[in-house]
Nanobody, 123 residues
Framework: QVQLVESGGGLVQAGGSLRLSCAAS????????MGWFRQAPGKEREFVAA????????DYSDSVKGRFTMSRDNAKNTVYLQMNSLKPEDTAIYYC????????????????WGQGTQVTVSS
C-alpha cells in the first residue's frame, strides 16, 4: 500500500509559477512509476505527466508540454511538478498517482491516488 500526499497548490496569476510536491509513504524508488493528473470543475480527470522509476523517462500531455516539468527524488520518496507559464485553463485539482507496472498503465488506471491539491490561476 502506498499513501501519497500532495502539497504546494494555491492561487497564482496567469503567467506565474507553482511547484507541487507529492510525498509517498513507502519506498517508491525502483518500484513505482509516478504521475500527475488534474480535474477541472465539470470535467473528467485527465493525465498531466508521468515519470519512470529512475526519472530518466518522462511523458507529458500536449496541453502542458514545454511548460510543466516533472521530476523525482527517490531518496526523499517525493516527486515534483514544476508548473511555469500558468494559464487560467490550468485551474484544477491536481492529483499524484503511483503504479508499479508501466507508464501506459499509469496513464489509464494507476493503482494509487493522493487526495489532491487545488491550483487556481487567475486571469
Amino acid at each position: 500500500q502506498v499513501q501519497l500526499v500532495e502539497s504546494g497548490g494555491g492561487l497564482v496569476q496567469a503567467g506565474g509559477s507553482l511547484r507541487l510536491s507529492c510525498a509517498a509513504s513507502a519506498r517508491t524508488s525502483s518500484s513505482y512509476l509516478m504521475g500527475w493528473f488534474r480535474q477541472a470543475p465539470g470535467k473528467e480527470r485527465e493525465f498531466v505527466a508521468a515519470t519512470s522509476w529512475s526519472g530518466g523517462v518522462t511523458d507529458y500531455s500536449d496541453s502542458v508540454k514545454g511548460r510543466f516539468t516533472m521530476s523525482r527524488d527517490n531518496a526523499k520518496n517525493t516527486v515534483y511538478l514544476q508548473m511555469n507559464s500558468l494559464k487560467p485553463e490550468d485551474t484544477a485539482i491536481y492529483y499524484c498517482a503511483a503504479d508499479p507496472r508501466s507508464i501506459s498503465r499509469l496513464r489509464v488506471a494507476p493503482n494509487y491516488w493522493g487526495q489532491g491539491t487545488q491550483v487556481t490561476v487567475s486571469s
